[in-house]
């Protein structure tokens, strides 16, 4: 048991660290060079799996790879002074087209704003990288490979089919709320805010051009322990804000 606990801790952690970030490093089969990789630059943004989905175009290379051989992988990490010493994650996948754009479009928009042109264009299409293996490297010693039943989130359809209504009702009624959290988890006073995506492990707030970052201490599955938790952050940011 204390096994299998550690691992799903550190699937979890590789999840978050994924998720702290919107672009990897996207690596394909290359079919105009016999198969040797090659990589491109590729923002992302998950699905309530856990599972990247990537926006791209029939034109560019490694779509044309991805139709030939699907096998990917994607590598998430910081731009740090010291690459080798920061954490990194790579997901090992297959990538599969999603058959249309309107379920996902709505979610990828609002993390990644500035593709809503490439959006517009009908050669431009969602594969989601379904995740088979995944490498974690959380800093000096800390290496593992982590199998996908432990990386992936537990399923939560209900919290996905509420995202959309916490969203509207946090940005209309709580935004007071967004900026404490802002403040408290961040150290940043913002004006302009706005949560755009809420999951399992956390949520994110566009604050004034930039996303930022939210994990919850324990996982959510539903709107009831989603308010829960922000209940609670928004009782511990009033808290600590100076009198």
């Not at 660290?17 to 079919?31: D, E, M, W």
């Not at 954490?87 to 479009?105: C, H, I, M, N, Q």
């Not at 593992?144 to 537990?154: F, G, Q, S």
Request: net charge negative.
């Amino acid at each position: 048991m204390a096994d299998t606990e550690h691992a799903l801790e550190l699937g979890r952690e590789a999840r978050l660290f994924v998720r702290a970030h919107q672009n990897g490093v996207l690596s394909t089969l290359s079919k105009r060079l016999d198969g040797f990789p090659f990589g491109s630059v590729s923002p992302y943004v998950l699905d309530h799996a856990g599972d990247p989905v990537i926006l791209i175009s029939t034109l560019a290379e490694h779509t044309k790879n991805i139709a030939a051989d699907p096998r990917v992988s994607l590598i998430v990490h910081p731009c740090a002074e010291d690459m080798q010493a920061a954490g990194r994650v790579t997901l090992v996948a297959r990538a599969e087209p999603l058959p249309d754009k309107t379920a996902f479009g709505a979610r990828y928009l609002r993390y990644l704003p500035q593709a809503e042109g490439y959006f517009g264009m009908h050669d431009f299409h969602f594969y989601r990288l379904v995740v088979e293996d995944v490498r974690f490297i959380g800093g000096f010693g800390k290496i593992h490979w982590i199998r996908p039943e432990r990386y992936a989130p537990p399923a939560v359809p209900a919290l996905a089919e509420a995202e959309d209504g916490i969203l509207a009702h946090m940005n209309a009624d709580h935004a007071h709320n967004l900026r404490d959290y802002c403040r408290h988890g961040h150290g940043v006073e913002a004006l302009d805010v706005a949560m755009i995506g809420i999951d399992c492990d956390g949520f994110d707030v566009r604050a004034d051009g930039h996303v930022l970052r939210f994990d919850f201490p324990e996982m959510v599955r539903d709107a009831g322990s989603a308010r829960a938790a922000l209940v609670e952050l928004a009782r511990q940011a009033r808290a600590a804000a100076p009198a």
